[in-house]
Structure formats: structure tokens, C-alpha cells
């Protein structure tokens, strides 16, 4: 069974710091490049960070230097560590294969506010 399942989300201050997992199943995690992706309300769901199954990672402008992407193939899990949170990070964050997307899981919330 295909599934993608995010948590790790939270309510957290300004500047504070969050770490989210994705567990993968069902999918040949190893050569499949993983990608985060981010839907504030309004708006369109945006790509966040990318990382290739060799390790090689790419972010959205807005988060280079806060955010770091990161998997563990044996686990089949990826991470996004994000730091200094801003509030224009608010958002419902999903993980998702590149290229071929999988069925979208439920995402979890990460709401930075005072």
C-alpha cells in the first residue's frame, strides 16, 4: 500500500524551531528523488526543498539557510528541520515523491505565531 505519512507539526514562536518526518511506504524509496511542499490558506502549494536520492538538495529562496532536507533510505523516511521560523512559514507541509507524484497525505500544520 502507497502511502505518505507527515508529522511533526506544531504551534511555535518566531524563530523558533520545528522538525518534520515523512515515513514512505509502499514505494522503492531509494532511487526516488523526495520533495517537501508547503499550502498556506489562500494559496497554491509551493515546492520547498528537494533531495535526490544522492543526496544533492535544492529549497525555495525564502528558506535557504533555515531549512534542511534530509532522508534515511533505510527507514524510508525524510525530514525537513526547519529553524528560525517565520511566520510567513505558516502553512500545512506535505512530503511527495518528484516527478511522479504518490496519492497526497494529510500533511501536518506548522502555525508560527506569538
Known amino acids: 500500500q502507497v502511502q505518505l505519512v507527515e508529522s511533526g507539526g506544531g504551534l511555535v514562536q518566531p524563530g523558533g524551531s520545528l522538525r518534520l518526518s515523512c515515513a514512505a511506504s509502499g514505494i522503492i524509496f531509494d532511487n526516488a528523488a523526495m520533495n517537501w511542499y508547503r499550502q498556506a490558506p489562500g494559496k497554491q502549494r509551493e515546492l520547498v526543498a528537494t533531495?535526490?536520492?544522492?543526496?544533492?538538495?535544492n529549497y525555495l529562496e525564502s528558506v535557504k539557510g533555515r531549512f534542511t532536507i534530509s532522508r534515511d533510505n533505510a527507514k524510508k523516511m525524510v525530514y525537513l528541520q526547519m529553524n528560525s521560523l517565520k511566520s510567513e512559514d505558516t502553512a500545512v507541509y506535505y512530503c511527495?515523491?518528484?516527478?511522479?507524484?504518490?496519492?497526497w497525505g494529510q500533511g501536518t500544520q506548522v502555525t508560527v505565531s506569538s
Open positions: 511527495n515523491r518528484d516527478r511522479i507524484p504518490l496519492a
Open positions: 533531495i535526490t536520492s544522492g543526496g544533492n538538495t
